[in-house]
């Protein structure tokens, strides 16, 4: 029993598995936790990005905006970063479990082995209709800034420019160049307009919002893998499918906002929890 009196969230793997064996729709929330193992940095826990760099001010259409030369730095940083990851067991999990997985971690490691799975070869293409949802882009996604264009095209050359090529180190110390010229900036294919990260940043709309608020209706057990659940509208989806009789089974390397509610807990590195479970 927690202090409050309400139930401890179970820990009991052999209960965890009849539910998953008796559920009908099942629906992963993925974060950037299911990405760790792979090298890619995550936000807010421990090195994550949100300690060394100030979210609001490169993750916001404002902060783009203002300096688009510190922001395409840290995209550029990021997409480095998610070129060299490979998938983990966790992706393998689920892939092969094929669940329907919300993902609102923008640089996934998860699409080859998501892809080798859905359609079994590797070189499918991404979006032929592979379970997964993004919430919140793709790093890959480069978009034209013009509302006239809006192309948007994804693109893993690296580096994606050749002002932004070497400027890792820089970031890495957290010292980014801010004069980068915005005409030596990623430019869109189409129309040559300045291009920015293809990502949803703080005070947009996340993307696939219809399509999640389906998947979660129907949904009678939700996993939330990797996340510290504290971005919304994503947040939101575990207790929704609670709310509606379904249950929650956190996947989570350390205690997450919400996770005393949740119907299942199993903490630890979701890379050898996942397996485990959906094994
Ligand atoms: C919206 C893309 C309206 C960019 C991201 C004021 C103005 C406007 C909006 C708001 C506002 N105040 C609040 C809001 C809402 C806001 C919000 O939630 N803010 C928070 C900070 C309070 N949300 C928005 O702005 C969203 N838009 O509300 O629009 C609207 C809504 C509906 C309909 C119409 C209009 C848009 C938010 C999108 C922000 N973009 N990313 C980029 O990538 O740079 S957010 C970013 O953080 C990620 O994308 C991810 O979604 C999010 C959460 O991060 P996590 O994935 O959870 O990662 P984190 O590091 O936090 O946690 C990692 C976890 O993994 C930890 O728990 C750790 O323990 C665990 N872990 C680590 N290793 C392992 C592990 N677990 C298991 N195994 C391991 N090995
Ligand atoms: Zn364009």
Request: charged letters at 20%; hydrophobic letters at 40%.
């Amino acid at each position: 029993m927690s202090d409050s009196g309400a139930l401890e969230p179970s820990r009991d793997m052999a209960e965890f598995k009849r539910v998953l064996n008796g559920a009908k729709n099942i629906i992963a929330v993925c974060g950037a936790g299911l990405s760790a193992a792979s090298g890619i940095p995550t936000f807010r826990g421990a090195g994550g990005l949100w300690r060394k760099y100030k979210a609001m001010s490169l993750a916001t259409p404002e902060a783009f905006a203002e300096n688009p030369s510190l922001v395409w730095q840290f995209y550029h940083y990021r997409r480095e970063k998610a070129l060299l990851a490979e998938p983990n067991s966790a992706h393998d999990a689920l892939a092969k479990f094929s669940i329907p997985a919300i993902r609102h971690q923008t640089a996934p490691a998860m699409d080859r082995v998501w892809k080798a799975h859905a359609q079994g070869n590797a070189d499918a293409d991404p979006a032929a209709n592979t379970p997964l949802l993004e919430m919140h882009g793709r790093i890959f996604d480069v978009m034209c800034t013009s509302n006239f264009c809006g192309h948007v095209e994804y693109d893993k050359t690296s580096p994606i420019c050749e002002a932004l090529g070497g400027t890792e180190e820089a970031v890495e110390k957290n010292a980014m160049d801010a004069t980068i010229p915005k005409s030596k900036l990623p430019r869109c294919k189409k129309c040559n307009v300045l291009a920015r990260p293809g990502v949803v940043w703080f005070g947009e709309q996340p993307i696939n919002l219809d399509k999640n608020d389906e998947l979660v209706a129907a949904a009678d057990l939700c996993l939330v893998i990797g996340t510290s659940s504290t971005v919304y509208p994503a947040a939101m989806y575990a207790g929704l499918v609670q709310m509606q009789g379904g249950k929650v089974a956190v996947f989570n390397l350390d205690r997450s906002e919400g996770d005393d509610e949740a119907d299942f807990l199993f903490l630890g590195p979701c890379e050898e929890t996942l397996p485990e479970a959906l094994g």
